[in-house]
């Protein structure tokens, strides 16, 4: 009973702050974000105006000197493009590959449980030791080329390793589990009534797949295709251990100038219009796709 | 000319049989109900017309033609679904639309019939709403509207009333009627619902078990009830159990467990000694203060609960031969009755309905 005699004062004081318990949900996380992520942006953006040094010096004097490096030599340009490329490359590869995939498992009556289980399995071992085994894979010597070689497809082996596509392969293929889930989940809720409504009126099978179920997981495709898409274009593993030399993305780049170049105002100005580029894809695709209105304008 | 004919239709879904040789026939322009409780088997079996489920054996005919292994955008048929299943992606003009589209309707005629099937269900202009802009009844407007305008041979419906809440429900239902009598097309209607069945129906089939237990017109379902489930499932009713005593000239004489005797209308084809079910609808029931000399049947009794539904007073009475029988009575000429007070019960031989006996 002494427990509830004190509830009472509780519940009036809160009451009184009705923006108590919001604030006790979100403060814990707002804080981590605020000390690690902004704090530490705030400093990059602070870094890209101050002045470089040889030998790793920064120099507190404010310059666009570190931006215009990046616009006058064409080399980081084209960095960037082709880390853009290489993000929209294996967004679509892993979308073509995923979209049957979570098809099927959204489809499945008897539920895909084990079946999901097994696409989260290879979360259990390390990011670093996944693309490791794709060197395995992909080497001269390696399985794919000896396959290919025992079945006579090919007379000698491909040079797959350290190139552009492996960097696509080993991407897609760590990417397949994010573009799944969020599609399998947006196809499980779409009512399968409304396929049905449709064969009823006069669909195919085919005319009731477009009509219906792929306009209804846009969404899915669409949370599925960003967070493939960013990690791609700013992924640093795969291309330092599959891509070899001429393969480097903005991540790659971007390290090189901190950890060894020293040029940290340098590297901070390339982060940042790196950052400003992946926003400016992100607010493309939202108005391309125009999630928002596939349901038509809010009440 | 029959629009929907049903031959010995069975569908399994492994060991579960869901529709059991089932064999109808309906008739062009009829409003035909399938009527039973959950798991009886009618949504299968209109699901089966529609063409989204195939039967595991017996033919389906449209129009005479058969469409047993026709999928559905291949027979004509319409179907509104219990939740509508509106695209929600698509306005109004392209939901209703969407049939014609696939029937390769020129644009122009698109147009006109969607603003034809608009007016029909008194939602003019509505085309550029989207579902969710709807109200439940709105969208259930729209659902009809979007089956009719392709004028299928019959359209299914669903429990398509059993989302709205009371009131709209009793107003759609009389809607629905119109509309059907308006446009002259096939329905075949599912529910659960007798009230609906008795009152929108030319005739109902009552489904148990997969089976179908009995087609008739309402009147027929209600009055001449062919089995025990059709008695229990329409109304309100007793049920006395007992066996065939003697046939007399117009009337049959029933001797009930308890050990009373009641005549009940002719029926000679029943064996005497027979175990039968006497059925006697609580609204044929009535209470008196002494014995009702002009009925068939006087009985004393006690009162052993009131239920006062409004239009209505539900009695349970206690027999001095130990029966119960529920009597319901118009809440304007109900006595006033308090628990326990003795009073007299009355009906006729021909309130009773003789049931083959259970078991």
């Known amino acids: 009973m002494t427990v509830v005699a004190a509830k009472p004062n509780l519940m009036k004081w809160m009451r009184g702050h009705p923006f108590v318990p919001g604030l006790l949900l979100v403060g814990p996380t707002a804080i981590w974000l605020f000390l690690f992520l902004v704090v530490p942006m705030a400093l990059v953006l602070l870094y890209s105006f101050w002045t470089y040094q040889l030998g790793g010096v920064m120099e507190r004097t404010l310059t666009l000197e570190n931006y215009a490096r990046f616009f006058s030599q064409p080399l980081y340009a084209r960095i960037l493009w082709h880390s853009i490329s290489v993000g929209l490359q294996t967004t679509v590869l892993a979308l073509i590959l995923s979209y049957p995939t979570a098809y099927y498992l959204a489809r499945r009556p008897s539920g895909s449980h084990l079946l999901i289980f097994l696409i989260l399995v290879p979360f259990w071992t390390s990011y670093l030791i996944r693309i490791f085994s794709w060197m395995l894979i992909l080497m001269e010597r390696g399985v794919l080329n000896s396959v290919l070689l025992s079945l006579g497809i090919t007379q000698e082996p491909i040079r797959l390793l350290f190139t552009p596509l492996a960097v696509v392969i080993g991407m897609t293929y760590s990417a397949l589990p994010f573009m799944i889930l969020p599609i399998y989940s947006v196809l499980r809720g779409i009512s399968p009534d409304l396929v049905q409504a449709a064969k009823t009126l006069g669909a195919n099978d085919l005319q009731a797949f477009v009509e219906v179920t792929l306009p209804l997981s846009m969404p899915g495709v669409m949370a599925g295709s960003v967070i493939v898409f960013i990690q791609g274009a700013g992924n640093f593993l795969a291309p330092a251990i599959l891509g070899g030399t001429g393969a480097d993305l903005m991540a790659n780049v971007i390290a090189n100038r901190f950890l060894e170049a020293f040029n940290w105002p340098f590297g901070s100005a390339l982060s940042m219009i790196f950052l400003v580029a992946m926003l400016a894809c992100l607010l493309l695709a939202n108005k391309w796709a125009a999630l928002e209105s596939i349901y038509g304008p809010r009440k | ?359």
């Open chain 2, 1 to 359: 000319m029959i629009d929907v004919e049903l031959r010995s239709v069975t569908k399994q879904f492994g060991s579960v049989v869901a529709v059991d040789r089932v064999s109808l026939q309906v008739r062009q322009g009829e409003f035909l109900t399938l009527l039973g409780p959950s798991g009886c088997g009618k949504t299968t079996t209109m699901r089966l017309i529609a063409g989204l489920e195939t039967p595991t054996s017996g033919e389906i005919l449209i129009r005479e033609e058969f469409v047993t292994d026709l999928p559905p955008y291949h027979r004509n048929v319409g179907l509104m679904f219990q939740n509508y299943a509106l695209f929600p992606h698509k306005n109004v003009f392209d939901n209703i639309a969407f049939g014609l589209k696939y029937r390769k309707a020129p644009m122009e005629e698109r147009k006109q019939r969607v603003k034809e099937s608009l007016d029909l269900v008194r939602l003019h202009g509505m085309e550029s709403r989207y579902p969710r802009q709807l109200s439940g009844g709105q969208q259930q407007r729209i659902a009809l509207a979007r089956a009719l305008v392709v004028k299928p041979a019959v359209l299914l419906l669903d429990e398509p009333l059993s989302n709205l809440d009371l009131k709209l429900r009793e107003k759609m239902r009389v809607e629905l009627k119109q509309i059907q009598e308006q446009v002259g097309i096939t329905f075949i209607f599912v529910t659960h619902d007798q009230q609906e069945a008795l009152m929108l129906s030319d005739r109902v089939a009552v489904m148990d078990e997969g089976k179908i237990i009995q087609v008739g017109t309402p009147r027929e379902v209600y009055e001449r009830p062919q089995a025990r489930f059709v008695a229990e499932f329409v109304g309100q009713s007793n049920f006395l159990e007992g066996h065939i005593v003697a046939h007399h000239s117009n009337q049959t004489e029933v001797k009930l467990e308890s050990g009373l005797y009641l005549n009940v209308p002719a029926a000679p084809h029943m064996a005497e000694g027979g175990k039968v079910t006497v059925q006697v609808r609580a609204e044929r029931v009535c209470i008196y203060p002494e014995r009702p000399l002009a009925r068939g049947h006087g009985f004393g009794a006690t009162v052993e609960r009131m239920l006062y539904v409004g239009d209505t007073i539900q009695y349970l009475l206690r027999l001095e031969s130990h029966d119960l029988l529920m009597a319901t009575c118009p809440t304007t000429s109900a006595p006033p009755l308090v628990r326990g007070a003795a009073v007299w019960i009355g009906f006729d031989a021909e309130d009773c309905i003789l049931l083959p006996g259970e078991g």
